[in-house]
């Protein structure tokens, strides 16, 4: 399994950007799946997930209201729209699949997600 980020950038804060993961190696019908952060400084940490369907979505607190994650059964891809950007949201993106949408609630930086893709950096400016 193959998961490839892209969308990172720089944007000033209140800014959006929209980042996007194309999965390619597995059926994408039953692969839940993630985004994580790991700003400067600090421990990677939950931002997103979502379910097979998309009907069942989870967002860190930090972000409820301005992200939106969401996915393209058609195009393999799953997505992150992020509004209202903040200096703070400055991070490496990892984009991560698991068969189990449970898995990203099992652990705060990921433990146990089964597949990951290299980091999108985004960067917001004041």
């Known amino acids: 399994v193959q998961l490839q980020a892209s969308g990172g950038g720089l944007a000033q804060a209140g800014g959006s950007l929209r980042l996007s993961c194309a999965v390619t190696?597995?059926?994408?019908?039953?692969?839940?799946g993630g985004w994580y952060r790991q700003g400067p400084g600090k421990e990677r940490e939950f931002v997103a997930a979502?379910?097979?369907?998309?009907?069942?979505?989870y967002y860190a607190d930090s972000v409820k209201g301005r992200f939106a994650i969401s996915r393209d059964n058609d195009k393999n891809t799953f997505y992150l729209q992020m509004n209202s950007l903040k200096p703070e949201d400055t991070a490496v993106y990892y984009c991560?699949?698991?068969?189990?949408?449970?898995?990203?609630?099992?652990?705060?930086?990921?433990?146990?997600?089964?597949?990951w893709g290299r980091g999108t950096l985004v960067t917001v400016s004041s």
């Open positions: 979502i379910g097979w369907s998309g009907a069942l979505r």
């Open positions: 991560a699949g698991d068969p189990e949408l449970r898995t990203f609630r099992k652990g705060p930086q990921g433990e146990g997600v089964n597949d």
């Open positions: 190696g597995r059926t994408f019908d039953n692969y839940a």
